[in-house]
C-alpha cells in the first residue's frame, strides 16, 4: 500500500473531522473515525485491478461491511474511475473515491448505515435480572391488589349486615380484652362471623 | 354468651405430630408448646411410688421425671399423632390426646366465678377420618362435665393455616413427619378436591439414612434424631437435580456437605459424595426421579399408595402434580385465584439455601414455582409460611372468635359449635 495514498487520504477525510486508525486498518482497508461515525476505505490500485474480478469482490466485500461501518467506500485510481459503473455504487450506498498522487476527490458520497450494536453476554444478563425484577415487583403489585379487592369486597358484605348491639351477659365481662396481632385486619373474621347466615 | 366472653375464653388446640400448641386467646401471639407425647409408667416401679402419683398417663413438662429404663420406653412412651391419624382401635394413643387436652385445659382454668368453660376449637389433619372427630368430640364432652369446656369444635389444619394468613382463597400444602395434605381453600375447604400424598418428613429422613451408611456412617444411621440433624443441616434443594448432580461433581470444594454434631466431636463430611445433599431435598417434592431406583432396590422403603379410613394417599405424586390435581377438582372460574396463593405450611418446607449455592439451591416456594411452570402454570405465587410452628393455633383461635355460637356442628357440613349441656 502506498504511503502516499493513505497520507492523501488521510488529508481528505480531516477536512471531513475525520480521524485516521492505523490500529483498526489492514492492508488495503483504512479505517477512519470522526463525528460519532466510522467508515471503511476499500484501496483499489491497478495492479489489484488486473486481476480478474477483482473490482467486483472489492464492491461486493465493502458491501459486506455495511452494518458493522457507518460509511464504506472504495477508492480506485483516477485513470481507472470511467470503467466503473457508478450507478451500481449508488444503489447500494456505496461511496467512490478516486485518487492521484497529488489529492482524492469524492465522486459517489457514501449513504450512511447503521451499525449492528452487539449485545455482550453480561449486558444481557443484566436486562434479564431487570426483567425478572419487574416481573416479581409486578406479582407483589398483583397480590396487593387482589388483597384490597377483597378487602373492599367484605367491607361492602359487612355494611350489608346489620351490625347487632354487643349482648351484655349478667356475668361482669370487663371491658374486652386486647386481641392477638393476627385477629386484626383479618378478612377471615368477616368471612366466619357470617357462618349460618349466608 | 357473646363475642365479649369468646374473646377471653376462645382455646387453641393444634395436635401436632411432635409438639402439641394450646392456649386460650388471651396469651397474645405465641401459644403454649409440650411435646405431643405421653408415658404409661409401670405401677409396680419405686419412680411411680416416689412420685407419689395415681395418674395412668403422665404428659407434659414433668413427663421426663417419671421416665425409667429406655428397654420400656417403646411400649410406654406414645405419640399419638406421629402420622397424623390416629387408629380407632389405639387406646394408649387416644388416652394420652385426652389427657393432654385436660392437662392443657386446667393450666388455664379461670378461678372467676363467671367462667362457663371454655370454646375449644381443635385443629387435626385434613384427611382425618370421621372417627376422629367422634373420639375428640366424646373427650370434650367429658372434660365439659369436669367445667372446662363450654363447647368444642374441629377444624382441618390447612383452614387453620390460610386464616393465620389472612388469606381467603388459597391452595395450602400441609407436609409434616408423615405426610402431606394439598387442600384448596375458598372461605371454606373444598373437601372433596383435597389430595392426600403419603410422603412427609420421615421420608427424606430414611434417605439421609441411606446416604449416612453409603458414606460410611452406618452406626449414626440409626438414631434417628441425628438422622433429621443431618438431612436439616446438609440437605438441599435443587432447582434442577441433573444440573445440580453436575455442578457439584465438577466443583467437589464448593458444595462440601459438612455438619459438626453440637456437643460432641462427631462430624459428618460426605466428601466425594457431596453431591448427595440434593437427593434429599428433592425427594420431598419429587421422588420419580430414576436416580431413587437405586436406593429402593437395595431396600429402601418407596412411599406406597394406602387407603387410611375413606381416604387414598399416593406414595409417589410428585407436589406440582398434586396441586394441579387439586386445584382441576375445583369450580374452573375458581381455579386461577387459587394458582395466585399457594402456602407452603409444616417443617417438610424448612430448607435451607445457601446464598453461595444460589441458583443451584432453591428454598421450598422457587421450587414449587419451577414445578408448577413445568405443568404450564407460571404465574403461581407461592410462599413459604412465617411462623410454622404457630400458624394453625392462631388460626384456630381466629375461628372461635368470629364463628357466632348460633352455628352448630353438622356432619354434613363438617363445621360449627358442638355444645355439651
Known amino acids: 500500500m502506498s504511503k502516499t495514498i493513505v497520507e492523501n487520504l488521510s488529508k481528505f477525510f480531516s477536512k471531513l473531522g475525520f480521524v485516521y486508525v492505523e490500529s483498526e486498518s489492514t492492508d488495503g482497508k483504512l479505517i477512519f473515525l470522526g463525528n460519532g461515525e466510522k467508515a471503511l476505505v476499500s484501496i483499489l490500485n491497478e495492479q489489484n485491478l488486473c486481476e480478474r474480478n477483482a473490482l467486483l469482490n472489492a464492491v461486493l ?88 379487592t377483597e378487602e373492599l369486597l367484605s367491607l361492602r358484605r359487612s355494611a350489608r349486615v346489620p351490625v347487632e348491639a354487643p349482648k351484655i351477659t349478667q356475668v361482669g365481662i370487663e371491658a374486652e380484652p386486647k386481641l392477638p396481632s393476627f385477629i386484626k385486619d383479618n378478612p377471615w373474621v368477616a368471612v366466619l362471623s357470617k357462618r349460618g347466615k349466608e | 354468651m357473646s363475642t365479649a366472653y369468646r374473646s377471653l375464653y376462645t382455646f387453641g388446640e ?64 406414645i405419640y399419638p399423632m406421629r402420622n397424623g391419624v390416629i387408629s380407632k382401635s389405639d387406646i394408649k394413643a387416644w388416652r394420652v390426646v385426652e389427657e393432654l387436652t385436660r392437662y392443657a385445659l386446667r393450666k388455664f382454668k379461670p378461678p372467676k366465678k363467671e367462667f362457663q368453660g371454655f370454646y375449644t376449637v381443635a385443629s387435626i389433619s385434613s384427611v382425618s377420618p370421621r372417627y376422629m372427630y367422634e373420639n375428640i368430640f366424646k373427650i370434650h364432652e367429658k372434660l365439659a362435665k369436669e367445667g372446662l369446656v ?14 393465620a394468613h389472612k388469606i381467603t382463597t388459597c391452595v395450602v400444602l400441609e407436609s409434616g413427619h408423615g405426610n402431606t395434605q394439598v387442600c384448596p381453600i375458598s372461605h371454606y375447604p373444598v373437601r ?58 465438577e466443583n467437589k470444594e464448593k458444595f462440601r456437605a459438612k455438619y ?15 453431591w448427595t445433599r440434593f437427593l434429599i431435598g428433592e425427594y420431598v417434592f419429587n421422588p420419580t426421579h430414576e436416580i431413587f431406583q ?46 395466585k396463593k399457594i402456602l407452603l405450611s409444616g417443617g417438610n418446607f424448612a430448607w435451607d439455601c445457601p446464598s453461595k ?55 354434613d357440613r363438617m363445621e360449627g359449635w358442638m355444645f355439651f349441656e
Open chain 2, 357 to 411: 449455592l444460589a441458583g443451584v439451591a432453591v428454598d421450598s416456594a422457587t421450587k414449587m414455582k419451577l414445578l408448577l411452570k413445568s405443568r404450564g402454570i407460571d404465574y403461581a405465587d407461592v410462599i413459604v409460611t412465617e411462623s410454622p410452628q404457630y400458624s394453625v393455633w392462631r388460626g384456630c383461635i381466629v375461628y372461635g372468635y368470629a364463628v357466632p355460637e348460633d352455628y352448630r356442628w353438622s356432619w
Open chain 1, 61 to 148: 466485500e465493502a458491501y459486506s461491511y455495511t452494518g458493522k461501518i457507518h460509511k464504506a467506500y472504495l477508492a480506485i485510481p483516477k485513470i481507472l474511475a470511467t470503467i466503473l459503473d457508478g450507478e451500481i455504487l449508488r444503489r447500494r450506498g456505496l461511496g467512490l473515491l478516486v485518487y492521484t498522487d497529488k489529492e482524492v476527490k469524492e465522486v459517489i458520497p457514501a449513504r450512511r448505515f447503521a451499525i449492528e450494536e452487539k449485545i455482550s453476554s453480561s449486558e444481557i444478563n443484566e436486562l434479564k435480572e431487570r426483567i425478572l425484577n419487574l416481573e416479581e415487583t409486578v406479582r407483589k403489585l398483583s397480590r396487593q391488589i387482589d388483597m384490597l
Open chain 2, 260 to 274: 459438626k454434631i453440637p456437643g460432641t466431636r462427631i462430624e459428618i463430611d460426605l466428601a466425594d459424595n457431596s
Open chain 2, 294 to 339: 437405586s436406593y429402593f432396590k437395595r431396600g429402601m422403603p418407596k412411599p406406597k399408595d394406602v387407603k387410611i379410613g375413606d381416604v387414598f394417599f399416593m406414595g409417589m405424586l410428585d407436589f406440582g402434580e398434586a396441586v394441579v390435581t387439586a386445584v382441576e377438582k375445583c369450580p374452573i372460574e375458581l381455579q386461577p385465584f387459587l394458582y
Open chain 2, 192 to 249: 372433596n378436591a383435597i389430595v392426600a400424598i403419603n410422603r412427609g418428613g420421615s421420608d427424606a429422613n430414611m434417605l439421609t439414612a441411606e446416604i449416612l451408611k453409603d458414606c460410611g456412617y452406618g452406626d449414626l444411621a440409626h438414631e434417628e434424631t441425628l438422622v433429621r440433624r443431618v438431612k436439616e443441616n446438609i440437605g438441599l434443594v435443587p432447582a434442577d437435580l441433573d444440573k445440580a448432580i453436575k455442578r457439584a461433581k
Open chain 2, 150 to 163: 363450654k363447647a368444642a369444635t374441629i377444624i382441618p389444619q390447612p383452614l387453620a393455616v390460610a386464616i
Open chain 2, 14 to 77: 393444634d395436635y401436632g405430630t411432635i409438639d402439641f400448641k394450646y392456649g386460650p386467646i388471651t396469651l397474645g401471639d405465641f401459644p403454649e408448646i409440650v411435646e405431643n407425647r405421653g408415658y404409661f409408667p409401670d405401677k409396680s416401679s419405686i419412680i411411680y411410688k416416689i412420685m407419689g402419683t395415681e395418674k395412668d398417663v403422665i404428659v407434659g413438662k414433668e413427663l421426663p421425671l417419671y421416665l425409667e429404663t429406655r428397654e420400656g420406653l417403646p411400649e410406654r412412651l
